[in-house]
Structure formats: structure tokens, C-alpha cells
């Protein structure tokens, strides 16, 4: 059973930084896809970033130059670095081991519990 953990939200001030951790539990880490996710209200939800097995890394162009993916396999689990945060940024961030996957009906809020991230 796979088991997905996000942490490290919370409120900021524009131009603030946060750092996002999911740990994951029953998987071979080190065999999957990590990803972000992230959904406002009112809006789908959409890929931010994903980082695969073989360390290749993809940005939403919304955030890059701003956000850094990362992984460490050693302790299973996945990093959102958020610099120069905007209040566009706001929403409830989900990972995924999975990445990137397919949004059924543009809603992720079913995912997992998140960590949401609010800039104002």
C-alpha cells in the first residue's frame, strides 16, 4: 500500500520561500516518477514539476527560475523548493509517485491530504 505524506505548507508573503517534503512508504523509491501537483479553488488542477527515476526534470512554465525539484532516495522522499513566491501561487499542493499522470476531471483534491501553500 502505497502511502504518500506531504508537509511544509503554510502562509508567506509574496517574495517568500517554502519548501514542500513528500515521503513516500511502500514503494521502491528509487523506481518511480515524483511529482507535483497543485490545485486553487475554483481552478484543475495542474502539473508544477516532476522529477523521474533517471533524474530528468520537468517545470510548469509558471514556476521556473523559481522552484526546484528534488529528490533523495536515501529517505524516500521528494522536495519542492518555492522561491519568489506570487500570490498566484496559492493552492493545495499534492505529490504524486506517478509523474506525470493523467487528471480525471481536472480535480486532484482526491489524491492524498496535501499541504497547502497561501501567499498574501
Known amino acids: 500500500h502505497v502511502q504518500l505524506v506531504e508537509s511544509g505548507g503554510g502562509s508567506v508573503q509574496p517574495g517568500g520561500s517554502l519548501r514542500l517534503s513528500c515521503t513516500a512508504s511502500g514503494v521502491d523509491f528509487e523506481d518511480v516518477d515524483m511529482g507535483w501537483y497543485r490545485q486553487a479553488p475554483g481552478n484543475e488542477c495542474e502539473l508544477v514539476s516532476f522529477?523521474?527515476?533517471?533524474?530528468?526534470?520537468r517545470y510548469a512554465d509558471a514556476v521556473k527560475g523559481r522552484f526546484t525539484i528534488s529528490r533523495d532516495n536515501t529517505e524516500n522522499t521528494a522536495y519542492l523548493q518555492m522561491n519568489g513566491l506570487r500570490p498566484e501561487d496559492t493552492a493545495m499542493y499534492y505529490c504524486?509517485?506517478?509523474?506525470?499522470?493523467?487528471?480525471?476531471?481536472?480535480?486532484?483534491?482526491?489524491w492524498g491530504q496535501g499541504t497547502q501553500v497561501t501567499v498574501s
Open positions: 522529477i523521474r527515476r533517471d533524474g530528468h526534470i
Open positions: 504524486t509517485d506517478d509523474a506525470p499522470r493523467p487528471v480525471v476531471g481536472g480535480d486532484c483534491t482526491n
